[in-house]
C-alpha cells in the first residue's frame, strides 16, 4: 500500500485521487472487522538464516514490487476486484521472472506490498498477539515458504506494514503482546485511542510505555523469522499528507529501527509517503530510504500517467539531492517503463523516466508485469550504464539550469567526468543545450551517449539535442579543455541597487555570510558594474538560498529578462547554484533580479565568466 494507495474513492480523477483519502481501507479497518488466528493456526516457522549481506543500502535498492499491478484498472489485472492481483501465485511468477530476466543486472528485492494480511474483501487478519497474518487465501502457504522461495532463487524478499497499531488488533485493549509479560494492546495507545497514519486506519503508539517497544520488536521478530529481508513502512508522519503531533511516527520509525536491530536479520527499512522534508535527518538517522513524493501510479487504466505523478518528479526531487547517500535513499517510486502499453507512456517518456531516477540515485524497482515485459523495456531497465549511474559514488544531481519546461541537471563524477541530462518537459519537440560553462570549465569535451551506448566525439562549450516532447538524452562528458576563469559578484554589496522590500540578511551557507531577502511584491536586486571584455551570450552563475522552488525575472541592462523557476535548495539554510544565459556587452553591465509579483528566492552571489 503505498501513499494514497488503497484509499482513492472509485472514479477519482488521477491529481485529486492522488491525494483523496481511500474510504475502502478505511472502512474495512474502522468497523473492526478482523480475524484472530489461534495460535495452532499461526505461522510458528522456524528462524530463517540470514544471509551474508554488504552494508545495508550501500547502494540504492533494486528489485520489483506489487503495488503498481495491485493499484491498476488495467485489463485483467485484479480479475476478483480492486487490488485482487496480490496473491503468493502471482508473486512467485514474477519472483521467478525477475531471476530469469533483471537479476543479473542488479535486481534482486520481490517486495510485498499492502493487503497481505487481508481477504479481497479487505478483512484483515491478526494473530493472538495482535500481529497481521497472512490471508489463507492470497497466501495459502504462508509468508516464510513465499520468503523461502524468493530466496531460492537468489533473491531478497520484502514486506509491508501501515505505521501505527492497527484497529483491527486492539480487541478493546485486551490482546497480550507477545514475549512481553502483562502488556496487551491497552498498555501501547494512548487513551484517547487518537489515530494516526496517512489513513487514521490505526491508533498511535505511545513508547512512553516500554510495552510499546515489545509490541514493535514482536512484529520485526515475525519478519526476521519468515526471512524477510525489506520493510516498507507506510502512511508514516510528518508526511503521507498529514502534519501535527498525531501523525508525528518518527519515534515509530526509531522504534523500528531499534527493533530490526536485535531481530537477528540485516532488513532493509524503507518510510513512505510525501515525507515532510524538515525531517530528513531523522529519516537518515532510523531508515535506509524514504518515499519523497506521493505515487507514482495513476490508480486508472494503464499503471502510470506522465500528468499523474511522474512529471512531478523534476519539481520535486531537487529539494532532497543533498540528503541521499550511501545508507540511505531518496525513493522516487516505483519505475514502470517495461512494457509501454501497460505503462501507458510513450517510449520518450519511459527513457525520460529511468534517466531521472538513475540520476537520482534512487531505488530502482519496477512495477511491471515481469512475464510481459516488451524489448524497449527490457532495453531501459538493462541498460548497465545507465544502471551504473543510478550505483554509482557520485553525488546526486540537480539541475545546473532553471527549471522551465527545458533543463539540464548534471553531477561531477569521481574521475572527473560529469553526468549530464537533458530534459524537455514540453509539449512539443525542443533544443536544450548544455554550456561547459554551467560545470566550471570550457573548451573541448569528449561525449559519450549512455542510452545509445555510444561515443559522440568531441564537444566544443556545449552540446545541444533537440528533443521530442518529454524526451531527454543522458551522457557522460569528460572536460578536454581548461577550467573556466570567473569573477563573482556578491548579492549584498555596497555598489549594488536594491529596491521594494529586498534587504541583507545573514547567511551562514552563503559565500559572504550574508544574502539579499525579501524578494517579493517587485522587489529588486540590481548587480552593477559587471564587467567583461568583450559583447557575447555568457553563462551566469547564480547562487541561492530557497526553501521551496520559487521564480524570479532575470535580465541584463535594459531587456526585458525572462521568468526563470530556480529548484528548492530544500530549506533555507542551503545554497545552491543554476546558470542563465545573459547578453552582456563589452564593458560594464547590470543584472538585475526582479521578484516581480510573486516570491523570489534570496540571492548569495553571481558568477560571471571573464570571456564568452
Given at each position: 500500500?503505498?501513499?494514497?494507495?488503497?484509499?482513492?474513492?472509485?472514479?477519482?480523477?488521477?491529481?485529486?485521487?492522488?491525494?483523496?483519502?481511500?474510504?475502502?481501507?478505511?472502512?474495512?479497518?474502522?468497523?473492526?472487522?478482523a480475524?484472530?488466528?489461534?495460535?495452532?493456526?499461526?505461522?510458528?516457522?522456524?528462524?530463517?538464516?540470514?544471509?551474508?549481506?554488504?552494508?545495508?543500502?550501500?547502494?540504492?535498492?533494486?528489485?520489483?514490487?506489487?503495488?503498481?499491478?495491485?493499484?491498476?484498472?488495467?485489463?485483467?489485472?485484479?480479475?476478483?476486484?480492486?487490488?485482487?492481483?496480490?496473491?503468493?501465485?502471482?508473486?512467485?511468477?514474477?519472483?521467478?521472472?525477475?531471476?530469469?530476466?533483471?537479476?543479473?543486472?542488479?535486481?534482486?528485492?520481490?517486495?510485498?506490498?499492502?493487503?497481505?494480511?487481508?481477504?479481497?474483501?479487505?478483512?484483515?487478519?491478526?494473530?493472538?498477539?495482535?500481529?497481521?497474518?497472512?490471508?489463507?487465501?492470497?497466501?495459502?502457504?504462508?509468508?516464510?515458504?513465499?520468503?523461502?522461495?524468493?530466496?531460492?532463487?537468489g533473491?531478497?524478499?520484502?514486506?509491508?506494514?501501515?505505521?501505527?497499531?492497527?484497529?483491527?488488533?486492539?480487541?478493546?485493549?485486551?490482546?497480550?503482546?507477545?514475549?512481553?509479560?502483562g502488556?496487551?494492546?491497552?498498555?501501547?495507545?494512548?487513551?484517547?485511542?487518537?489515530?494516526?497514519?496517512?489513513?487514521?486506519?490505526?491508533?498511535?503508539?505511545?513508547?512512553?510505555?516500554?510495552?510499546?517497544?515489545?509490541?514493535?520488536?514482536?512484529?520485526?521478530?515475525?519478519?526476521?523469522?519468515?526471512?524477510?529481508?525489506?520493510?516498507?513502512?507506510?502512511?508514516v508522519?510528518?508526511?503521507?499528507?498529514?502534519?501535527?503531533d498525531?501523525?508525528?511516527n518518527?519515534?515509530?520509525?526509531?522504534?523500528?529501527?531499534?527493533?530490526?536491530?536485535?531481530?537477528?536479520?540485516?532488513?532493509?527499512?524503507e518510510?513512505?509517503?510525501?515525507?515532510?522534508?524538515?525531517?530528513?535527518?531523522?529519516?537518515?538517522?532510523y531508515?535506509?530510504?524514504?518515499?519523497?513524493?506521493?505515487?507514482?501510479?495513476?490508480y486508472?487504466?494503464?499503471?502510470?500517467?506522465?500528468?499523474?505523478?511522474?512529471?512531478?518528479?523534476?519539481d520535486?526531487?531537487?529539494?532532497?539531492?543533498?540528503?541521499?547517500?550511501?545508507?540511505?535513499?531518496?525513493?522516487?517510486?516505483?519505475?514502470?517503463?517495461?512494457?509501454?502499453?501497460m505503462?501507458g507512456?510513450?517510449?520518450?517518456?519511459?527513457q525520460?523516466?529511468?534517466?531521472?531516477?538513475a540520476?537520482?540515485?534512487s531505488?530502482l524497482?519496477?512495477?511491471?508485469?515481469?512475464?510481459?515485459?516488451?524489448?524497449?523495456?527490457?532495453s531501459?531497465?538493462?541498460?548497465?550504464?545507465?544502471?551504473?549511474?543510478?550505483?554509482?559514488?557520485?553525488?546526486?544531481?540537480?539541475?545546473?539550469?532553471?527549471?522551465?519546461d527545458?533543463?539540464?541537471?548534471?553531477?561531477?563524477?569521481?574521475?572527473?567526468?560529469?553526468?549530464?541530462?537533458?530534459?524537455?518537459?514540453?509539449?512539443?519537440?525542443?533544443?536544450?543545450?548544455?554550456?561547459?560553462?554551467?560545470?566550471?570549465?570550457?573548451?573541448?569535451?569528449?561525449?559519450?551517449?549512455?542510452?545509445?551506448?555510444?561515443?559522440?566525439?568531441?564537444?566544443?562549450?556545449?552540446?545541444?539535442?533537440?528533443?521530442?516532447a518529454?524526451?531527454?538524452?543522458?551522457?557522460?562528458?569528460?572536460?578536454?579543455?581548461?577550467?573556466?576563469?570567473t569573477?563573482?559578484?556578491?548579492?549584498?554589496?555596497?555598489?549594488?541597487?536594491?529596491?521594494?522590500?529586498?534587504?541583507?540578511?545573514?547567511?551562514?551557507?552563503?559565500?559572504?555570510?550574508?544574502?539579499?531577502?525579501?524578494?517579493?511584491?517587485?522587489?529588486?536586486?540590481?548587480?552593477?558594474?559587471?564587467?567583461?571584455?568583450?559583447?557575447?551570450?555568457?553563462?551566469v552563475?547564480?547562487?541561492?538560498?530557497?526553501?521551496?522552488?520559487?521564480?524570479?525575472?532575470?535580465?541584463?541592462?535594459?531587456?526585458?529578462?525572462?521568468?526563470?523557476?530556480?529548484?528548492?535548495?530544500?530549506?533555507?539554510?542551503?545554497?545552491?547554484?543554476?546558470?542563465?544565459?545573459?547578453?552582456?556587452?563589452?564593458?560594464?553591465?547590470?543584472?538585475?533580479?526582479?521578484?516581480?509579483?510573486?516570491?523570489?528566492?534570496?540571492?548569495?552571489?553571481?558568477?560571471?565568466?571573464?570571456?564568452?
Open positions: 500500500m503505498r501513499s494514497s494507495s488503497f484509499f482513492t474513492m472509485p472514479g477519482a480523477t488521477p491529481r485529486s485521487g492522488r491525494r483523496a483519502i481511500r474510504a475502502v481501507l478505511v472502512i474495512a479497518l474502522t468497523a473492526g472487522v480475524t484472530a488466528v489461534p495460535a495452532a493456526q499461526a505461522e510458528t516457522p522456524t528462524p530463517a538464516a540470514a544471509p551474508a549481506t554488504t552494508a545495508l543500502a550501500a547502494k540504492p535498492f533494486m528489485g520489483w514490487s506489487s503495488w503498481s499491478m495491485q493499484s491498476s484498472k488495467y485489463p485483467g489485472l485484479n480479475p476478483d476486484g480492486d487490488y485482487s492481483y496480490l496473491t503468493e501465485a502471482n508473486i512467485l511468477k514474477q519472483a521467478d521472472a525477475l531471476a530469469a530476466k533483471l537479476k543479473p543486472y542488479g535486481y534482486e528485492y520481490v517486495n510485498i506490498d499492502a493487503g497481505w494480511w487481508m481477504d479481497k474483501t479487505w478483512k484483515s487478519g491478526f494473530d493472538q498477539y495482535g500481529r497481521q497474518t497472512p490471508d489463507p487465501v492470497r497466501f495459502p502457504s504462508g509468508m516464510k515458504s513465499v520468503a523461502d522461495h524468493i530466496h531460492s532463487k533473491l531478497k524478499a520484502g514486506i509491508y506494514l501501515p505505521v501505527g497499531l492497527e484497529k483491527g488488533a486492539y480487541n478493546d485493549g485486551k490482546t497480550p503482546i507477545w514475549n512481553a509479560e502488556c496487551t494492546t491497552a498498555d501501547i495507545v494512548y487513551s484517547d485511542l487518537r489515530t494516526t497514519n496517512g489513513w487514521d486506519s490505526a491508533y498511535k503508539i505511545d513508547f512512553s510505555n516500554p510495552c510499546a517497544q515489545k509490541y514493535v520488536d514482536s512484529q520485526a521478530q515475525q519478519f526476521a523469522d519468515w526471512g524477510y529481508d525489506f520493510l516498507k513502512l507506510d502512511g508522519g510528518p508526511g503521507s499528507f498529514k502534519s501535527g498525531q501523525y508525528n518518527v519515534a515509530d520509525v526509531a522504534a523500528w529501527q531499534k527493533a530490526i536491530a536485535t531481530a537477528g536479520r540485516p532488513i532493509h527499512f518510510v513512505s509517503w510525501s515525507l515532510d522534508i524538515a525531517h530528513a535527518a531523522d529519516w537518515k538517522q531508515s535506509n530510504g524514504w518515499r519523497i513524493d506521493t505515487d507514482v501510479e495513476c486508472c487504466n494503464t499503471l502510470v500517467t506522465w500528468e499523474n505523478s511522474v512529471e512531478d518528479r523534476w520535486d526531487s531537487p529539494a532532497w539531492s543533498n540528503k541521499a547517500g550511501p545508507g540511505g535513499w531518496n525513493d522516487l517510486d516505483a519505475i514502470d517503463v517495461g512494457n509501454g502499453e505503462d507512456l510513450t517510449k520518450a517518456e519511459r525520460s523516466y529511468m534517466t531521472l531516477w540520476i537520482n540515485k531505488p524497482y519496477t512495477g511491471d508485469d515481469l512475464t510481459k515485459l516488451d524489448s524497449y523495456g527490457v531501459l531497465l538493462t541498460n548497465k550504464e545507465v544502471i551504473a549511474v543510478d550505483q554509482s559514488a557520485s553525488p546526486v544531481a540537480r539541475p545546473v539550469t532553471s527549471v522551465n527545458q533543463q539540464v541537471w548534471g553531477s561531477k563524477n569521481a574521475d572527473g567526468s560529469y553526468t549530464v541530462a537533458l530534459f524537455n518537459l514540453g509539449e512539443s519537440p525542443a533544443a536544450v543545450t548544455a554550456n561547459w560553462a554551467s560545470f566550471g570549465f570550457t573548451g573541448n569535451a569528449s561525449v559519450r551517449d549512455l542510452w545509445n551506448k555510444s561515443n559522440l566525439g568531441t564537444y566544443q562549450n556545449k552540446i545541444t539535442a533537440t528533443l521530442p518529454h524526451g531527454s538524452r543522458l551522457f557522460t562528458v569528460k572536460p578536454g579543455g581548461t577550467t573556466l576563469a569573477t563573482s559578484y556578491e548579492a549584498e554589496a555596497p555598489a549594488n541597487t536594491l529596491s521594494g522590500n529586498a534587504s541583507v540578511g545573514g547567511c551562514d551557507a552563503c559565500s559572504g555570510g550574508k544574502k539579499v531577502g525579501n524578494l517579493y511584491s517587485g522587489g529588486k536586486l540590481q548587480f552593477n558594474d559587471v564587467t567583461v571584455k568583450k559583447d557575447g551570450i555568457y553563462t552563475k547564480i547562487a541561492y538560498v530557497s526553501g521551496d522552488a520559487r521564480s524570479v525575472n532575470v535580465f541584463s541592462n535594459s531587456g526585458n529578462g525572462t521568468s526563470q523557476k530556480f529548484p528548492s535548495t530544500g530549506d533555507w539554510s542551503t545554497a545552491e547554484t543554476i546558470s542563465v544565459q545573459l547578453a552582456l556587452k563589452a564593458g560594464t553591465n547590470t543584472i538585475t533580479l526582479d521578484s516581480g509579483s510573486g516570491y523570489a528566492p534570496d540571492i548569495d552571489r553571481i558568477v560571471v565568466p571573464q570571456s564568452v
